[in-house]
T-cell receptor, first 115, second 111 residues
Framework: DAGVIQSPRHEVTEMGQEVTLRCKPISGHDYLFWYRQTMMRGLELLIYFNNNVPIDDSGMPEDRFSAKMPNASFSTLKIQPSEPRDSAVYFC?????????????FGPGTRLTVL | KQEVTQIPAALSVPEGENLVLNCSFTDSAIYNLQWFRQDPGKGLTSLLLIQSSQREQTSGRLNASLDKSSGRSTLYIAASQPGDSATYLCAVIAHTDKLIFGTGTRLQVFP
């Protein structure tokens, strides 16, 4: 398996623009997670899905952020409108299940810069 | 609220040294503890996962231990090499299914 795939790897946009980040989880994994990494706050969970259904979105910072998982092999994280403070690295991860013994595997991340 | 702390924040050592990285967490009701490696500008690579019922896991030159009752884990790196230079992150997961990450230890191994 190719692992978790994210695109784009780098995104530079101007404040106010819409940004869409994409993720393809490992085939067969039922759980998909979106994380954000910043210098100030480290790695934080934004939202996660189980079998394409959002389970916990309490980490989504504002209504400007939304995430969807239309099928088992694709998820998007959208920011509209984007702001400079959204600049961060966004990671997608997937796991077979949760609970004891279940490992999360991370994608390479998308580095977002909002000017 | 679970909090994860890693010390030291940074470490610089000569090649060949044996290293210990520390991770502590405030709530011992965890399912797993996972150690990751992150290279500059790159994603996270999972190194070891320790289940709550386990005391340690080993992979090559890496050994991770877990003392759940005291809320501590250590990552031992034997015979360090320059290629081990990276940031090492520990994370715990409990019934909330959320990985809670520490702030990391930035390791530099010089020749």
């Amino acid at each position: 398996d190719a692992g978790v795939i994210q695109s784009p790897r780098h995104e530079v946009t101007e404040m106010g623009q819409e940004v869409t980040l994409r993720c393809k989880p490992i085939s067969g994994h039922d759980y998909l997670f979106w994380y954000r990494q910043t210098m100030m706050r480290g790695l934080e969970l934004l939202i996660y899905f189980n079998n394409n259904v959002p389970i916990d979105d309490s980490g989504m910072p504002e209504d400007r952020f939304s995430a969807k998982m239309p099928n088992a092999s694709f998820s998007t994280l959208k920011i509209q409108p984007s702001e400079p403070r959204d600049s961060a690295v966004y990671f997608c991860a997937s796991s077979l299940s949760t609970g004891v013994g279940n490992e999360q595997f991370f994608g390479p991340g998308t580095r977002l810069t909002v000017l | 609220k679970q909090e994860v702390t890693q010390i030291p924040a940074a470490l610089s050592v000569p090649e060949g040294e044996n290293l210990v990285l520390n991770c502590s967490f405030t709530d011992s009701a965890i399912y797993n503890l996972q150690w990751f490696r992150q290279d500059p500008g790159k994603g996270l690579t999972s190194l070891l996962l320790i289940q709550s019922s386990q005391r340690e896991q080993t992979s090559g030159r890496l050994n991770a231990s877990l003392d759940k009752s005291s809320g501590r884990s250590t990552l031992y790196i034997a015979a360090s090499q320059p290629g081990d230079s990276a940031t090492y992150l520990c994370a715990v997961i409990a019934h909330t299914d959320k990985l809670i990450f520490g702030t990391g230890t930035r390791l530099q191994v010089f020749p």
